[in-house]
């Protein structure tokens, strides 16, 4: 029976750790590798690390550091960040990644999907999706590159798309919510829940167990995924790599 996750999701820029605020410049909070350590010692279900600076530098992935990670690592992992081939996604899971994120790679060249599918199989497969909440008109907005370029395609289209090119998975990060701790936007969930019938996962918001749960309540099975709510602590943000999970965690 398939159950809700509740994963980590950490952010590298410049090579160390940081946490951002609407997609603003973001706060250091630590080493990769040692965030890796701890999460080990926490047993997450799954832990998504996103390289920031990869695709907006136009650099491929780095896999040096991945594979230290992948070695030091002994939990699922899901990368994102300048991958652009299947043949990236390939090296990626030869290193013991479970998972591949594309973001900005798939809406330039959306054959790309199918390709890592065909690649490393469609279950290893995951697209990335930032949005944000339109301001005067009903629905939301797609952007890539750190929230710095406009997609044009709908979302709900755009959704349709990936499934039919056989992505496993899609992560919807609202740019809205993201590094605020406000509650994750329930509304959007419900949206793609109610767009397609594949695993999601959600990111943006979350500040406490309790909206990890209202989550779940919401959309059944999901991944829950947060950055603030495992990294810092306290009214005054002190930063402490920390995980949980909601005491019941149903579905």
């Known amino acids: 029976m398939l159950r809700s996750r509740i994963i980590p999701c950490l ?30 010692e926490k047993q997450v279900d799954e832990l998504m690390l996103l390289d920031i600076d990869a695709s907006v530098s136009g650099r491929e ?4 550091r991945l594979r230290n990670i992948a070695v030091e690592s002994r939990m ?41 599918a065909t690649a490393v199989g469609s279950q290893s497969v995951v697209v990335t999706i930032d949005v944000k909440k339109n301001a005067f008109l009903p629905g939301y907005t797609i952007y890539t590159h750190n929230a710095r370029t ?29 590094g605020t701790m406000s509650g994750y936007d329930l509304d959007l969930a419900r949206h793609a829940r109610n767009t397609v019938d594949l695993p999601l996962s959600f990111v943006g918001g979350a500040g406490s167990v309790d909206d990890l749960q209202a989550l779940i309540d919401a959309v059944g099975v999901v991944g829950a995924g947060a950055g603030s709510l495992f990294v810092f602590r306290g009214a005054y943000r002190a930063v402490l790599i920390n995980y949980t999970r909601p005491e019941r965690l149903l579905p």
Do not use: W
């Not at 992935?61 to 040096?64: Q, W, Y």
């Not at 992992?77 to 090296?91: F, H, M």
């Not at 406009?150 to 919510?177: H, T």
């Open 11 to 40: 952010l590298i820029h410049d090579g160390g750790l940081v946490k951002t605020e609407k997609f603003k410049p973001g706060k250091y909070v630590g080493d990769p590798l040692n965030a890796v350590k701890i999460y080990n």
């Open 61 to 64: 992935p780095d896999f040096g």
């Open 150 to 178: 406009k997609q044009k395609v709908p979302l709900a289209d755009f959704m349709r798309q990936v499934v039919d090119l056989g992505a496993g998975e899609i992560v919807i990060n609202s740019i809205d919510r993201d």
């Open 76 to 116: 699922p992992l899901c990368y994102g960040g300048g991958v652009t081939t299947a043949d990236q996604a390939a090296r990626i899971i030869g290193l013991g990644f479970e998972k591949v994120s594309v973001s900005a790679a798939a809406f330039a060249r959306p054959q790309l999907i199918r390709e890592m």
